[in-house]
């Protein structure tokens, strides 16, 4: 008898986590959709006050780009922007979440380079934001990368 509510518990929590987990991916899918649909604002809004943008280079460099100057190429590009997602991997722990992507980006449908995302979120005001950004460009052959990192399901 004392076993009874324990599949409902897990459920419950199954749903809470899932829940989160959702919740916290949410500004990086609308980060990526303003960047095809040339949103700037709809892409600044996705981000702290105070958010970081960085890159590793192949050369081991860390470079830092200012998120307005980000937005503003993104704005103005007449390039059609597309940044596909090959898996997610999510961590999330109260107010800070921790999400691994690696991806594909393409310009005018032609692949363009391929790397990894590492995003900081924290949850404010009931919404989840970006805080932290950094990502790497892969420096061997994207469509290895591809078919190693694409998800299983596609």
């Known amino acids: 008898m004392k076993y009874t509510f324990l599949p409902l518990l897990t459920l419950l929590l199954t749903t809470q986590i899932f829940a989160q987990e959702n919740g916290a991916l949410k500004p990086i899918n609308h980060l990526f959709d303003a960047m095809r649909e040339h949103d700037g604002d709809k892409l600044l809004a996705q981000f702290t006050k105070g958010a970081h943008l960085e890159r590793v280079t192949i050369e ?53 380079h391929c790397g990894v995302n590492s995003f900081q979120l924290i949850h404010t ?13 892969h420096s061997g052959d994207c469509n290895i990368f591809i078919n190693k990192h694409k998800k299983t399901s596609d």
């Open 125 to 137: 005001d009931k919404q989840w934001k970006i805080q932290y950004l950094i990502d790497n460009t």
């Open 60 to 112: 081991n460099v860390v470079t830092h780009s200012a998120l307005p100057k980000f937005a503003q190429f993104v704005d103005t590009s007449e390039k059609y922007l597309d940044e596909k997602l090959l898996s997610i991997s999510i961590h999330v722990s109260d107010n800070l979440a921790s999400i691994w992507t690696p991806y594909a980006f393409y310009i005018d449908g032609k692949l363009s």
